[in-house]
């Protein structure tokens, strides 16, 4: 599926399905219906899941965005019941109650959650999702470090680069959820030069440094004063540069949320001060928006438009700063 399209740039708005137009489809389908589940929601769910075969890397952004779209309802739960034995509808249902419980910041039945997890990966051996799922249960359930370590590996060693098993990794690690900045900065040392320029997880050092970006604002006073000071220089600064000459290059991305990551190269530039040159990241987006980075302080779409137009200002040689 085409990254970029051909049409004229639209106005910005949040489209959680990217560039996924068969999974725009589906959800669109399932919002206009409520929260009722009904036999024909869980056949879209089911056949547009079993289409995406061995591709792992949409199937876990097609999954993430349903399960997000029906956390709500009961398209889940009447799925499992339907095909008790089924490894999509196993994982599935496991991926919407992690949805609940990352909202709710609790699990309503971790143990069951995970023997679905487990009977999944039974059923399907060589999907990674069921594992990724299991690092976000260790998110909320707060799980030792050798046994993340043991899950990482499961997921990882499936689908190497698997995007969603970085971020909730990441996520573990994060001092937000009882890990410690050291934690992440050795992470993220770790990862950094295995990692392929054009894989699915590219933006997990992009996204390490504006989730600390965004921590320093959030302590307000020095910290926050001097938090652009960030990107000034080191590691950080060398990644900024990477992601800017690359990221935006038609074809360079061709993972599912490869619009997720423009995102955070877009805010990242215009956090650095270099809202000009963003201006190339926006145009690839064509005016997809997604909530984060954007939502932290103030509705995603005014902040995203915000710093468009500073893009553009600074394009034409106006004052281009964040």
Not at 114 to 125: D, H, I, K, M
Request: proline share 4%.
């Amino acid at each position: 599926m085409p990254l970029f399209s051909s049409r004229t740039s639209r106005r910005p708005r949040i489209v959680p399905a990217l560039d996924d137009a068969e999974l725009a489809r589906v959800v669109g389908r399932l919002s206009k219906r409520g929260g009722n589940a009904r036999t024909a929601d869980v056949t879209l769910v089911a056949s547009l899941l079993e289409e995406t075969g061995d591709d792992w890397d949409r199937r876990s952004h097609r999954t993430s965005v349903l399960a997000e779209a029906t956390a709500d309802a009961e398209i889940a739960a009447a799925w499992l019941g339907r095909e008790p034995q089924s490894a999509d509808a196993l994982v599935f249902h496991a991926w919407v109650e992690l949805a609940r419980g990352l909202r709710d910041g609790h699990l309503e039945d971790a143990g069951q959650l995970v023997t679905r997890c487990y009977r999944s990966a039974e059923l399907n051996p060589d999907d990674p999702l069921p594992w990724v799922v299991l690092l976000g249960v260790a998110r909320i359930e707060r799980y030792g470090q050798n046994d993340v370590n043991a899950v990482w590996r499961e997921a990882t060693g499936r689908d190497r680069w698997h995007r969603e098993a970085y971020l909730q990794m990441l996520a573990y690690l994060s001092p937000e959820e009882g890990g410690s900045s050291a934690a992440v900065l050795d992470f993220v040392d770790v990862v950094r030069t295995r990692i392929p320029a054009n894989a699915p997880c590219a933006a997990v050092e992009l996204t390490a440094a504006v989730r600390q970006y965004q921590g320093l604002l959030a302590q307000g006073g020095v910290r926050a004063m001097t938090a652009g000071q960030l990107w000034d220089g080191g590691q950080i600064a060398a990644a900024l540069e990477q992601a800017a000459a690359l990221w935006a290059k038609q074809g360079f991305f061709q993972h599912a949320a490869a619009q997720a990551d423009l995102n955070v190269l877009a805010y990242a530039l215009c956090a650095a001060g270099r809202a000009a040159d963003a201006h190339p990241v926006f145009q690839a987006l064509e005016g997809v928006v997604t909530p984060w980075p954007w939502n932290v302080d103030g509705p995603a779409v005014q902040r995203f438009e915000q710093h468009l137009a500073k893009a553009e200002r600074g394009r034409q040689g106006g004052v281009g700063g964040a």
